[in-house]
């Protein structure tokens, strides 16, 4: 209910952008764009800075002067994508806060992530001073008081009659390149635990939006306001209200209302995870004896949640997966990417190497059997957080729903064709929009044969792939009338 | 996905909502740091109060206790005073404090840095301050000054500079 919105806003951007290269659905690709954006301009204005006090404005307006307007596409790039970074990183916090991805196995990149927003507004901060011109220098003031609010030794002092020293502006030299190294670090840590992190967005995206940079770049082009002097106050600022917010916050409410604010927003943030939440499914349990250790599970698993381990019951040098109950997310993409994974096995209770236990593969076998032997022709396999198949009104319609369409091991879809069913649909949600992160991407990898475990060559008619969301029941129906049985 | 005029419109829309977005507000509205007609007066100091108690020289006995190569003349305790410091506008007392030694044993520098928004013109400023344990105030300083607009006065201390100083 609380997500239908946002559904209905993603499928906007889906329309202009395609599913896949959904900006809204990239936003954390996307930061990691705009990071390499930054650091590169910024290691060139690294190399044409003067840094010193005196020198450093002159040398940035100097890139005024510099052919092609390569000054200006340099110096905008930079700017206007720290401003950018700034309003994809809210957003993404915004959307996961949103989505509820912060909670059991989405802890580790919610605390991360929320610490990394005080780090980048700092590296944002601390780029201004470096060109020390009236808005740097009415920046580093007012940051200097507003850490002597909480600090108590007045930093301020520094800025005093008689200007700053070089020794000083060298400091925040190494605040703008020491901040965004422990940026790097830290977003590093935020996709660790994340099994193949997106921390790129798609080609057409990225190309986008760094030719939108510089087209603001060229368009609006980034203007120094006048050398810096303490011994008078800026008044009127061109203010960059994305990156330097809080200046004017404290200015309006004090220093400390500021501190006050901004420690309990992020203290609120930091502790939410710890919110009681409603019971977790169990998490996915391997069986020893019918897994062989090929570690298919370990690299299809969207949280890094499954290792290998030396296995207790086969030769030396076999592994066998090993799940953390804490990362696990129930999803059940392990379980189609297992070889074990297939109905046509002869035993009486079907079982493989890596299984739900709320779900298990043989309870899914039963229900396909006995759809299929009650006269049920129309095979729908679909995800429970997708379209709901459930509401399809074909009598001749079996509707089979997963936790994620990624638990369906390709084979079922050989198995119900062979065992009487006419066509086969399998649903999954859009990508990019899966709570599970891979679920529509592996699946239709293995359907298409791109992937292990990949679906046996069957004619083309007889199964279909469909990326359907909650809501868009209706597309579903009309996939089902485009290929009757 | 295929590409089409009606798709490329969208993103073109779109990227051009989101420059549009980044450009204003990086630049406006134009904020107003210090309002016309204003001037700022900066009180600070970095300055260590006199010692609580006095040093006296050391009793020959006193001496003997201690290793040879550490029988200082003069004893001295660490604690400081506290620095007080009053400021007079135009007559009216604007800003009063007491700033504390730093230090486990309060025998680091007292700091104050407190800023303050005054109109522009001619103004009476009277500083007085006290480092000291005794009642009064052993450093005091008058003075007329005139404030432009957007002007910072500094009142700050250097015994070098003779006390209370303002630039």
Redesign the interface.
């Known amino acids: 209910m609380q997500q239908r919105w946002l559904t209905a806003l993603d499928h906007r951007?889906d329309?202009?952008?395609?599913?896949?290269?959904n900006?809204l659905k990239q936003l954390g690709a996307l930061g990691f764009l705009l990071l390499w954006l930054l650091a590169i301009s910024g290691i060139v204005l690294y190399v044409l800075l003067d840094t010193s006090a005196a020198g450093a404005l002159r040398s940035i307006e100097r890139l005024q002067d510099a052919p092609w307007r390569s000054g200006d596409a340099l110096r905008g790039l930079h700017?206007?994508g720290a401003?950018?970074f700034v309003?994809v990183m809210f957003a993404h916090l915004l959307r996961e806060l949103w989505l509820g991805r912060f909670r059991a196995w989405h802890r580790h990149a919610w605390w991360t992530g929320v610490v990394l927003v005080p780090l980048a507004l700092a590296c944002a901060i601390g780029g201004f001073w470096l060109n020390w011109d009236r808005l740097g220098q009415?920046s580093a003031i007012a940051t200097a008081?507003w850490l002597?609010a909480l600090l108590?030794?007045?930093v301020?002092?520094n800025f005093?009659?008689g200007g700053v020293s070089d020794r000083l502006f060298s400091l925040f030299v190494f605040v703008h390149l020491g901040l965004p190294l422990l940026l790097v670090f830290g977003a590093w840590a935020h996709v660790q635990r994340l099994g193949h992190p997106a921390v790129f967005p798609r080609r057409v995206l990225a190309l986008?939006?760094t030719?939108?940079?510089l087209?603001?770049a060229f368009?609006?082009p980034?203007r120094s306001q006048g050398p810096a002097d303490?011994?008078?106050?800026?008044?009127?600022?061109?203010?960059?209200?994305?990156?330097l917010f809080l200046h004017?916050l404290a200015?309006r409410f004090s220093n400390e209302a500021t501190w006050a604010v901004s420690a309990l927003l992020l203290g609120g943030l930091l502790v939410l995870p710890l919110w009681p939440a409603r019971a977790r499914p169990a998490a996915a349990q391997v069986h020893p004896r019918e897994c062989s250790g090929c570690g298919r599970c370990v690299g299809d698993c969207p949280y890094g949640a499954i290792s290998l381990v030396p296995h207790p019951l086969r030769r030396t040098g076999v592994m066998l997966p090993q799940v953390r109950a804490a990362q696990c997310a129930s999803c059940g993409l392990c379980v189609a990417s297992c070889p074990s994974s297939t109905p046509f096995r002869k035993t009486a209770q079907l079982a493989t190497g890596i299984d739900l236990p709320q779900f298990p593969l043989a309870q899914l076998r039963e229900q396909l059997r006995r759809g299929l032997a009650a006269g049920k022709r129309r095979v729908v396999f679909g995800c429970e957080r997708g379209a709901r198949i459930a509401q399809l009104q074909d009598p001749q319609v079996l509707a089979l729903t997963l936790p994620c369409a990624g638990m369906l091991p390709p084979s079922f879809v050989d198995y119900a064709l062979r065992e009487g069913a006419r066509t086969v649909l399998v649903a999954g949600c859009r990508e990019g929009g899966c709570d599970f992160r891979l679920g529509p991407r592996w699946t239709a990898e293995r359907l298409v044969g791109e992937r292990e475990p990949h679906l046996r060559t069957l004619p083309a008619e007889s199964w279909q792939w469909i990326e359907a969301d909650a809501g868009e029941e209706p597309r579903l129906n009309a996939a089902l009338q485009e290929n009757p049985p | 996905?295929t590409m089409n005029w009606r798709?490329l419109t969208?993103?073109a829309?779109?990227?051009?909502l989101?420059?549009l977005?980044?450009?204003v507000?990086?630049?406006?509205?134009?904020?107003?740091?210090?309002?016309?007609g204003q001037?700022?007066m900066?009180i600070?100091f970095?300055h260590h109060g006199q010692r609580v108690a006095p040093c006296r020289p050391l009793t020959a006995e006193e001496l003997a206790k201690l290793p040879p190569n550490m029988r200082a003349p003069l004893k001295c305790e660490r604690e400081r005073a506290p620095v007080t410091i009053e400021v007079d506008l135009d007559g009216q007392t604007v800003f009063r404090h007491v700033a504390q030694p730093?230090g486990l044993s309060r025998d680091g520098a007292a700091?104050?840095?407190q800023?303050l928004v005054l109109p522009v013109g001619e103004h009476r400023i009277a500083v007085r301050l006290k480092d000291t344990t005794g009642p009064d105030f052993n450093h005091t300083r008058e003075a007329t000054v005139q404030l432009a607009?957007?002007?910072?006065l500094?009142i700050?201390f250097d015994a070098n500079k003779g006390g209370i100083t303002l630039?």
Not at chain 2, 13 to 16: A, K, M, R, T, V
């Open positions: 951007f329309a202009a952008f395609g599913a896949p290269a900006p700017r206007y401003d950018a309003v009415y008081e002597d108590g030794t007045p301020a002092r005093l009659a986008g939006t030719l939108t940079l087209a603001l368009a609006w980034v303490v011994g008078t106050v800026p008044q009127q600022l061109a203010l960059d209200w994305l990156l004017p200015d | 996905m798709t969208g993103q829309l779109l990227y051009g989101f420059a977005f980044i450009g507000f990086s630049s406006w509205p134009r904020y107003q740091a210090l309002p016309d001037a700022v900066k600070s970095i730093t700091a104050v840095y800023r607009p957007a002007q910072v500094v700050d630039s």
